[in-house]
């Protein structure tokens, strides 16, 4: 089956677009920074004008904000803050997939874990690089006749906020919901290393849907090495991929942080949610396999 490709120009350019603004400038895509709306849209306008039904999905978050001292006055008040899922459907019908990845960024580091004024990070890796592989795949798969069934494809804002975009996403979906066949997310994969690395988590239900992926990634011929780990439920790994496994669905989390540990040496992304995550640091022959390895796989090949 000749399937159409990835491409490498395309992913370079979606990339940047999400990064920066006026061509130099790092948009602030920090969660809970107002400025992330700009890149919600950015995302809306980057998916292919053929593309039916593409939405923002508004939700709100609640913060609890505490004042420095605490008295019986001056208590701690609720704020909320808006913001937006974008999502849209490629495709119709069964089997139905679910794509994901988030938008939003964190500055989290050693001494700057601060929601309320936090700095403008490139979140290259961590995650424009996933955002940017979902919407050439639905330039890849758009009016392609041989899709076998449908693939949504979900944006978060708030990952980086206690996950909020996908809670508000799975609270949302509405109780005639038939489910998904599969979920798969896309979470910090692209950091460039001496040979290439597929790391794929997955729970126990997503044994197949692991060994097909692998398969495919290799068909791609991207090369390196794949590393994969079984999550257990009672295992958190503080991404997306918990809220969206509790639907039930053979779930599948493609990220370089399942392969740290004990079994490769040193950190995959010594740069992860600080300054240096940035668009030079990127393996675009990664993402580009990625994106063909999904191609392939929701046209059944
Ligand atoms: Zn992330």
Redesign the pocket.
């Known amino acids: 089956m000749n399937i159409p490709e990835a491409s490498i120009r395309n992913l370079v350019a979606v990339t940047r677009n999400l990064i920066y603004k006026h061509g130099h400038e790092v948009r602030n895509r920090n969660t809970l920074h107002p400025e992330i709306r700009e890149a919600a849209q950015i995302i809306l306008d980057a998916l292919p004008a053929t593309v039916r039904q593409k939405r923002l999905q508004p939700f709100t978050v609640e913060l609890r904000v505490f004042p420095k001292k605490v008295s019986l006055r001056n208590v701690a008040r609720a704020r909320y803050f808006h913001t937006e899922n974008v999502f849209t459907t490629l495709g119709a019908g069964k089997p139905r997939y679910l794509f994901c990845a988030?938008y939003d960024t964190s500055g989290h580091n050693e001494d700057d874990w601060n929601f309320r004024r936090p700095k403008a990070v490139p979140g290259a890796d961590?995650?424009a690089a996933g955002v940017a592989c979902l919407i050439e795949l639905a330039r890849v798969l758009a009016g392609e006749a041989r899709l076998r069934g449908s693939v949504d494809l979900l944006f978060t804002s708030c990952?980086e906020y206690f996950k909020k975009g996908a809670i508000a996403f799975v609270a949302h979906l509405p109780q005639t919901d038939p489910g998904y066949d599969a979920v798969l997310v896309l979470?910090?994969f692209a950091f460039r290393r001496d040979k290439p690395l597929l790391g794929l988590f997955h729970n126990q239900e997503a044994s197949q849907l692991a060994e097909r992926i692998a398969s495919l990634w290799s068909s791609t011929g991207s090369g390196g090495e794949i590393y994969r780990r079984v999550l257990h439920t009672s295992r958190e790994i503080g991404?997306d991929f918990d809220v969206l496994r509790s639907m039930g669905a053979p779930a599948l989390q493609v990220s370089e942080h399942s392969a740290m540990g004990d079994e490769i040496d040193g950190d995959v992304n010594s740069k992860f949610h600080t300054q240096g995550d940035t668009i030079d640091q990127l393996d675009f022959r990664v993402m580009k396999g990625v994106v063909d390895m999904l191609a392939r796989f929701v046209m059944g090949e």
């Open positions: 988030h961590d995650n990952e979470d910090s991404s």
